[in-house]
């Protein structure tokens, strides 16, 4: 009977080395806001806006969008958020959202003018990359809009660890997570300038650098993509 | 590049420990140890010896562990995982209880290996000397899964010399032994070559019960080519070091029979788990 104690044992092992659950603490605000980058119109143009609700993991979500312009008379909106300019003048167009415990909206001033509007800028901002762990990971970096998606320049100031493996840069809305993640591309350089093209994704989309280790499905470090 | 604490764990801490004995078995003596090895590590030593975090991650070996006396001098032995597991867990947001990434289980034939141990000074000598020549076999999945994230072996073939030297130190009433030694392990695939040595202590307290205590050390000689970038498993990167203390019990059921348990532990290390191991077995002492 004693003798076959450690063969119980070492099955009872073996049987109980099954694929549990780790939890991450992933909550973030809810975010809901104007993403179009609108701030002129031609009377008698129209122009689609779109929003974007982030629930409180960070994943976009469909939502009933009421939209309000502040004079119909200058700018009507359609409840479908198409704007289209009666006559001069400036509004501010509201989006807003009803949630089961808050009401969240965003506002954008648009004006309303009779001579031809160019087309919008593209959109930059900036950022800074800094570590969550341990492993060597900082940096600046400049994110800017292009025509077809978007473009991450990181500055010469970066560095990063070279001994973690497996160390992929992701595009989120959450710091702590890369549910809903875009993933940008594993990283191949630990040192200075270098870029990354991202074909077919908004400027606004994402909030966040998340430079996550795959293979031990743990985040190592972030970039807020500055508003 | 794609070294593994699996390989290293199982070298620093179940098999080549006795591998590194310094006595040799007479003409026919032999010694079968079955057992199983385990660790369970939700953080790891980084390269700078600070400890982070990892995903929840599982290394279940089953070790068939032999020595058989070829002649009076010479003492082959096997070691080797004869059943690998590696698991990882599920990783579920705290928040909604989805699973964010699905956690998976890999199961194979770990590395292998193949020693031959010769004893210098004779059976009778009161102080045992002995060089051991081991060869390690990848015989183990180094990418595994469908995250190609989970490993049962190294996927390299090393070499390893090694000396060790020991005495018995007691008496009737007191048995004990200690043994001391030190190995250089040349590692292909673009790994790293270590140094390793390691220190035992060995005492009988009561009848039938042994226990020993170990320590452990692999320093890596930082010479590995391979590139930076590793996408396999885990912590199972190149240049892992550690020092570990363990200790173990074993208890003669029979004069010939008897079961073990033993654990250990890094006090201090770079790129390899920070948790401890756990064993525990069965062994046939056929003198």
Known sequence: MKTKFPIFLSALILLSACVGDDFIEDFVEEEFQITSNVDSLQVASSIQLFTVFRNNIGQQEDVNVDWLSSDDDVIRVEQDGTVTAIAEGEVSIVARIQRPEQELSDTIHIVSTAIEVSEPDLQTTTGTIQTTTFYVLEGSFEYTETDSGVRIDIADDYEASSRLPGLYLYLSNNPNSIAGAHEVSEVTTFTGEHSYEVEGVGFSDYSYLLYYCKPFNVKVGDGKIQD | ?287
Do not use: C
């Open chain 2, 1 to 287: 590049m794609k070294n593994i604490i699996i390989a290293i764990l199982l070298i620093a801490v179940s098999g080549p420990i006795s591998a590194q004995s310094p006595w040799v078995k007479k003409k026919g003596e032999a010694y079968v140890k079955l057992s199983e090895w385990w660790t369970v590590f939700d953080q790891h030593y980084t390269d700078k010896g600070d400890i982070d975090p990892n995903v929840t991650t599982g290394i279940y070996n089953t070790f068939l562990y032999a020595e058989y006396g070829v002649s009076d001098r010479f003492t082959a032995v096997f070691n080797g995982a004869i059943f690998s597991r590696n698991v990882m867990n599920n990783l579920r947001s705290a928040t909604t209880g989805d699973i964010i990434v699905e956690g998976e289980g890999l199961n194979t034939i770990g590395d292998l290996e193949f020693a031959l141990r010769y004893g210098i000074f004779s059976q009778d000598s009161p102080w045992k000397l002995s060089a051991t020549l081991s060869l390690g076999l990848p015989t183990g999945t180094v990418a595994g899964g469908k995250g190609q994230n989970l490993q049962t072996g190294d996927g390299e073939f090393n070499q390893q010399l090694s000396v060790s030297a020991g005495k018995s130190i007691g008496n009737q009433e007191f048995p004990a032994y200690f043994s001391l030694y030190a190995a250089v392990n040349n590692r292909t695939q673009g790994f790293s070559d270590e140094f390793r040595w390691g220190a035992e202590l060995g005492f009988q307290p009561i009848n039938k019960l042994w226990v020993t205590t170990r320590l452990q050390s692999v320093e890596s000689l930082q010479n590995g080519d391979a590139s930076d970038l590793n996408t396999a498993s885990s912590i199972f990167a190149n240049n892992s070091e550690f020092l570990s203390v363990g200790a173990e019990l074993s208890y003669y059921l029979t004069d010939k029979l008897g079961l073990s348990v033993g654990a250990a532990t890094a006090v201090r290390g770079e790129i390899i788990a920070a948790a401890p191991s756990y064993n525990v077995g069965v062994f046939l002492d056929l003198q």
